[in-house]
């Protein structure tokens, strides 16, 4: 039975969608002026994780990921490069769609992109306003937030908590145009020369957050079953996209808020492109394998940090190669097999450790637990089956299972290839004459430039083998 942790609520729940086996799916996307870097990335695999689970447990999902193609930061940078807003949209789109697929994350059902919904985020406001949520001021909008009773509810944040830190979202202009530091943008009146479009309450654009809640509605209905997003959104996005959201239509607008932890530096300091801290998931293609890098990416349960840095990165290698060392020893064992008569024993063994997979991605969909059974998984394959099962039919069904629960995860099945790199050849003959003379100092850290190389290492009774993946 699936349970799933609700931000709103803040405990876990059994998942009961709306309409099973069909479930609605919103995950906040990029705002697209930059590449990603690997903390966004990490939501986009996280989430791409949580929708494998759900097909694999026999839901339909409708999976709905947004651009937000117009605000400040991408008005600012198109104005630097001298190009339009949509011209750095479709440039960044086509970059992140390109990476994220490198990741293995599967194509959204849909992929809108705000400034497609402008009419129907108008028709949003007027709503709004001649429902009393909303005022026009200055050529804004504003949502009016104390008139949202439960406002605060998702972020666990009392109003007079709101306030103390209110005044430092918005400059003195907006301040004074609004009715109340906590009320927000739902439209923004034009400046300058900036790129608008008209409406009744005059020319401007929207904000982010009704953008957001106008894609979400318009393509999965008033109430959906999950909506996600990097922890960071809860406060004030999600909060925000509640509100009007609730507030236009009546009917509760989530029914599962799930939010992803972020990837971390420095002891524990969140990655960000504010803090100039980040690797971007252009940069870490470049550095790293993809499909190791999306093993790096979701080896942790999403709610928890995910510590980025070069020992971290080795401790990851090694599990990944234990993982490409098993389906490689399968394969091998495979190749070998005879028709002996299927054992009806290795399939209950099988049977067991499938049960455990499930009941680990179960528990709010903890892959680290999953993981845990996967390795288990091999340990058994090196002990009790390889070299010793020789049906084909078994062994086929135990890599089966991997592969699945791997697809699940979205870790590929790779082919292996020749070394040849003179470098790499040479660590491996130093490595090697160092465990001849025994200097195991000397032959971890040679084995540790190997693994940040990508080559597999497995030391058996009968020698060392290498393999690249």
Known sequence: ML???????????????????????????????????????????????????????????????????????????????KISVKELADRYIGFYNDEIQKLNVMPATVQPRATSYISKIIEFIKHLINSGYAYQSGGDVYFHTRKFVSYGKLSDQSLDELMVGASEHTNELEQKRKKDPLD????????????????????????????????????????????GGGEDLKFPHHENERAQSEAETGEKFVKYWLHNAFVTVNDAEKMSKSAGNFLTLHEALKKYEPNFLRFFLVQTNYRKPL?????????????????????????????????????????????QFEHQFKKAMDDDFNVQNALTVIFDYLKWLNKSVIGIVKNYNNL??????????????????????????????????QRDAARKSKNFALSDKLRDELIQKGISIEDTGKGTKYRKK
């Not at 966004?40 to 999976?63: E, H, M, P, Q």
């Not at 020369?193 to 809640?213: A, L, M, V």
């Not at 890599?399 to 020749?418: P, R, V």
């Open 3 to 81: 349970k799933v942790y609700n931000t709103l609520t803040r405990k876990k729940e059994i998942f009961t969608p709306l309409f099973p086996p069909n479930v609605t799916m919103y995950v906040c996307g990029p705002t697209v002026y930059n590449y990603i870097h690997i903390g966004n990335a990490r939501s986009a695999v996280a989430f791409d994780t949580i929708r494998r689970y759900l097909i694999y447990s026999g839901y339909k999902v409708r999976f709905v990921s947004n651009f937000t193609d117009v605000d400040d930061k991408m008005i600012r940078r198109a104005a630097k490069e």
């Open 184 to 227: 927000f943008a739902l439209w923004k009146g034009r400046v300058d020369d900036e790129i608008y479009w008209n409406s009744p309450f005059g020319p401007g654009r929207p904000g982010w957050h009704i953008e957001c809640s106008v894609m979400a509605i318009s393509e999965l209905g008033n109430t959906i079953d999950i909506h």
């Open 307 to 351: 510590p980025y840095g070069m020992e971290q990165i080795v401790q990851a290698r090694r599990n990944y190669q234990r993982i490409m060392n098993g389906i490689y020893n399968l394969n091998q064992a495979i190749e070998s097999a005879s028709t002996d008569e299927k054992s009806s024993n290795i399939t209950k063994q099988i049977q």
């Open 396 to 429: 086929k069904e135990i890599k089966k299972n991997l592969i699945i629960w791997l697809q699940i995860l979205g870790i590929k099945e790779l082919k292996t290839d020749e070394i040849t790199d003179p470098e790499v050849i040479s660590l491996i003959n």
